[in-house]
């Protein structure tokens, strides 16, 4: 490859080498070209700097799915549950002693032991990936990227509560003796034993799209609605809105690794792909907002993502340079170059 023809310009060719470089897999050879490149050429730094920036950020260390969390968590369980087991046992028997010795000298105040605090567990999904596990009563949740879901190493009280902040779909066990309640913020959805989807990631509208049985939504203590199977409410702010859906795959593909997009906006589409990866975007051109994209997205990676979309809009994307302390990479969308 002659240098100098490939000088301020990014041939398949050369992109291609660079994917490698940056995976490891390229030659030697290869290796020797991209560097006389890039010394060619403040531009071509710029370009392969840009490249490598959002590689680093966005391609995942490790395949999540190689992670046995099912094993993980069975473990964790159970040294959690011999913890409580035997902080229970200490406080029945003191509860014992004290009520004898308060019966002799009956001048002391009697004092009620406090309910010991049940042991909580926290599993997180990392940008890109998807967990799956089974609740203390054996209710089955899938965890999307970016999201974290609380709940107790047991559920002994009259309500089985769990506290989510992200995304995750729910097959509830029926009981409805014990209801069970997912909290996110000052929003409580309520099921005995149902099949339902919480988008709630932070600075997004929540939704709750419910697949089958039945659940009660409140917000706050003033408001409260009753979904019926395949209906979306939608919260966002002060407003609120139930849909009627027939496809609601859509909405719940995700657990099954597809991201689909159904005539939706540009400015739709991107806040979707920020929840799942740490990339924000900027629309410099407005008019690029209201274009519409028919599309579904299995397993591609950001860079993949991000190609398709400057071919199918079209657009141009442009990760900004990434530093020390960003958590997350700034891209750029705009009008694609004149040609």
Known sequence: MDTETYNNELSPEL???????????????????LEEWVAADSENRRIFEQKRALFEVLEPAFNPASVNVELALKRIHRKMRHSFDLRLFALRFAAAMVLPLCVAIGWLLLRTPAEAETPMLSISAPFGGLLQTKLPDGSHVWLNSNSTLEYPVM?????????????AYFEVNA?????????????????TGTAFNVNAYTGSPVDVTLVDGHVGVNVGDRRHFELSPGERLCINENTAEITHSTGLEKWCSWKDGKLMFDNDRLDAVLARISQIYPVDFVIEDSALANKRL???????????ILHLLEIGV????????????????VVYVSAPPAQ
Do not use: W, Y
Not at 175 to 191: C, E, Q, Y
């Open 15 to 33: 992109d291609n080498i660079i994917e490698k470089v940056l995976r490891g897999a390229a030659d030697a050879h290869e290796t020797s070209l």
């Open 155 to 167: 559920f002994d009280g009259d309500q089985r509560l769990v506290a989510l902040t992200g995304e």
């Open 175 to 191: 009981d409805k003796r014990h209801p069970f309640i997912v909290r996110t913020g000052d929003i409580d959805v309520t099921a």
């Open 294 to 304: 028919h599309a579904t997205l299995c397993g591609e990676s950001i860079h993949d």
């Open 314 to 329: 079209p657009m141009s994307c442009v990760p900004a340079q990434k530093t020390d302390s960003a958590q997350r990479t």
